[in-house]
């Protein structure tokens, strides 16, 4: 169960490389929204399933000293 006072930073995804735009949203304001992830593995997740767009990342679940996050990796074969 999510806490009512969370708090989520709005993320903006393109090309699959994710960056904070600096807007934090309760969890009321964000609510209804399908780009709402608690983690950055369901955030990775939604960025393959969806694409690329705004999605909301829970506050603690940025990791420190990060200021963007590559959310795709292309498949490199083995040789």
């Known amino acids: 169960m999510v806490p ?3 708090q989520f930073d709005e993320v ?8 904070r735009t ?3 949203c309760d ?6 929204s399908k780009g709402v ?6 955030l ?3 960025v393959r399933n969806q694409g690329d ?3 909301y990342l829970a ?6 000293n990060t200021v963007r996050l590559v959310l795709t990796m292309k498949w490199i074969t083995m040789g």
């Open 4 to 6: 009512t006072h969370q």
């Open 12 to 19: 903006r995804v393109f090309e699959g490389i994710g960056e």
């Open 22 to 24: 600096g807007n934090t």
């Open 27 to 32: 969890r009321s304001t964000v609510r209804r």
């Open 37 to 42: 992830c608690k983690t950055v593995s369901e």
């Open 44 to 46: 990775s997740r939604k």
């Open 53 to 55: 767009g705004t999605f």
């Open 59 to 64: 506050v603690a679940a940025w990791p420190e």
